[in-house]
C-alpha cells in the first residue's frame, strides 16, 4: 500500500495522497511497536526506543490521520477556522511527544488516550461535516475510516485499565488498519480518476468555442504553425480557408437572435462535414469560420472544396428555415508558401496570415462568393531588372 501511494502521488501530484502516504508510514511503524516484531528485528538492542515507540507512532499516527483528513475534506475550501483547527490538531500529533517523553507521568498517559479518542470523533466529524457541504468523498472516506474507528477504543480502554486483557482488545487496532488501508487507497483513487476527467473537461472548455463547439483561436493558430512547419519539411501542401455566413443578419433579422445562432451552430456542423477529421475547424468571429486542411492534400482540390461548402449551405438544415439557408463566402489560401518570395519567418506569422484572409474577404465584391488568394510572385532578381530599366 505504501509503494502504491508513491505511484499515485507521483501519477497525480495531489497532497492527499502525500498525506495518504504519511498516514500509511505512520501505521506501519505503529504496527511493528505495537507488536513487538520492532524489537524483536529492528532494534533488538534498543529497550528505551522500544518501550516509547507505541505511544511515538500512535502519536504521529493520529496527527497524520487528522491531515489526511484536512486535505481530503478541502477544509481550507469550506471553512479557515476548522481548517487552523485541525492543523494546529495534527500539529499536537506531532509534537506531543516531546512533552509525552520528558514528563512520562499518568496524567501524561492520559492525555495522550484523550488526544487518540477525541482524534477518532473529530475525524469523523469533519467528514461528515464535508460531506454535507458538497465533498462527495469525503463521507466516503467517513466510511472508509469505519473499520480503525470501531477498532480503535478497545486498545484504548483497555490502557486505561476499563477492558481487560483479551485476544480483541490487542489486535482489533491491526485488524481494523487491515481492512482501512486499502479502502482508503481505493476510495482515493476514485477520487482523483474523478478529479481528472473534470479538469479534462475544464480543459476542453477552455479550447473549444461556447456556442458552437469548435476549436478555439489559440489551438487554431498552434495547430496552423505546426501545419505549415510540417508541410515545409515533408514537401506537401496544406490550405487555410476562410468562409463567412454571409446572411446571418438576415436571419437575425427575420426570425431573431435564437435562430441566429442556431444558423451559427448549424453552419458549424456543415463546415464540419465536408473535412476530414484530421482537420480543423474554427469559429474566429462572430460570423467567420477558419478550416484548416491539413497536409497532405493539393491546391488544386480548393477550388472543389470551395463549391461544396456553398452548396452544404444552400442544401439547408433544420431548424433553420430553407429560404433562409446559410450563404457562404469562402476565401482560400494555399500553403506553404514556395515561391520563395517572402522570408520563411514572415510566413510563420500565422496571426498575419489569418488577418489577411480577413482583409480579402472585406474586399471581395457582394455578388462574389469564391476567391482563391494567389501565393505571391517571386520579385524579379536583381541582374533582370536592370536589363529591363536598361
Known amino acids: ?14 497532497r492527499v495522497f502525500l498525506a495518504y502516504v504519511a498516514y500509511v508510514t505512520c501505521m506501519l511503524g505503529f504496527q511493528i511497536a505495537f507488536t513487538g516484531l520492532g524489537g524483536l528485528f529492528f532494534w533488538p538492542n534498543l529497550p528505551r526506543w522500544n518501550d516509547a515507540a507505541p505511544a511515538l507512532f500512535m502519536l504521529w499516527l493520529t496527527g497524520a ?18 481548517y487552523r483547527l485541525a492543523t494546529v490538531w ?3 500529533g506531532f509534537t506531543y511527544p516531546i512533552l509525552y517523553f520528558f514528563f512520562l507521568s499518568p496524567a501524561a498517559f492520559k492525555l495522550l488516550n484523550l488526544y487518540g479518542l477525541l482524534s477518532v470523533l473529530l475525524s469523523f466529524a469533519l467528514c461528515i461535516w464535508a460531506w454535507r457541504k458538497g465533498e462527495i468523498y469525503a463521507g466516503w472516506i467517513a466510511l472508509g475510516f469505519m473499520p480503525l474507528h470501531l477498532a480503535y477504543p ?8 476499563v477492558l481487560p486483557d483479551s485476544w480483541a482488545t490487542q489486535y482489533a487496532v ?5 481492512l482501512e488501508i486499502p479502502l482508503l487507497l481505493y476510495i482515493l ?6 478529479f481528472n476527467e473534470n479538469r479534462a473537461r475544464m480543459r476542453v472548455i477552455d479550447s473549444t468555442d461556447p456556442l458552437t463547439g469548435l476549436t478555439a483561436l489559440p489551438v487554431l493558430l498552434v495547430r496552423l504553425h505546426d501545419a505549415i512547419r510540417r508541410a515545409r519539411r515533408s514537401r506537401q501542401e496544406c490550405a487555410l480557408v476562410l468562409v463567412e455566413l454571409s446572411n446571418h443578419a438576415e436571419i437575425v433579422a427575420a426570425e431573431g437572435r435564437l435562430m441566429g445562432d442556431r444558423a451559427l451552430v448549424v453552419a458549424a456542423s456543415q463546415l464540419s462535414s465536408v ?15 477558419a478550416l484548416l486542411i491539413e497536409a497532405p492534400y493539393r491546391s488544386a482540390l480548393l477550388a472543389v472544396l470551395a463549391q461544396h461548402i456553398i452548396a452544404k449551405g444552400l442544401a439547408g438544415a433544420h431548424p433553420v428555415p ?10 482560400t489560401l494555399a500553403l506553404p508558401d514556395r515561391s520563395g518570395s517572402a522570408p520563411i519567418a514572415e510566413e510563420m506569422d500565422v496571426e498575419q496570415m489569418l488577418q489577411r484572409l480577413h482583409r480579402a474577404l472585406d474586399r471581395l465584391e457582394p455578388k462574389k462568393v469564391v476567391l482563391h488568394l494567389p501565393l505571391p510572385t517571386p520579385a524579379p532578381a536583381p541582374a533582370a531588372a536592370s536589363a529591363q530599366t536598361a
Open 322 to 331: 430553407l429560404h433562409l439557408s446559410p450563404r457562404f463566402r469562402v476565401v
Open 174 to 178: 491491526l485488524i481494523g488498519s487491515a
Open 90 to 92: 495534527s500539529l499536537f
Open 154 to 161: 478497545f486498545p484504548a480502554l483497555r490502557s486505561a485499565g
Open 1 to 14: 500500500m505504501l509503494f502504491l501511494g508513491w505511484v499515485h502521488v507521483r501519477l497525480y501530484g495531489d
Open 65 to 82: 490521520g487528522i491531515w489526511f483528513v484536512r486535505e481530503v475534506s478541502a477544509l481550507s475550501r469550506h471553512s479557515r477556522r476548522l
Open 275 to 289: 473535412v476530414r477529421d484530421i482537420d480543423t475547424v474554427c469559429r474566429v468571429s462572430n460570423t467567420r469560420f
Open 189 to 194: 483513487h476514485r477520487r482523483a480518476k474523478d
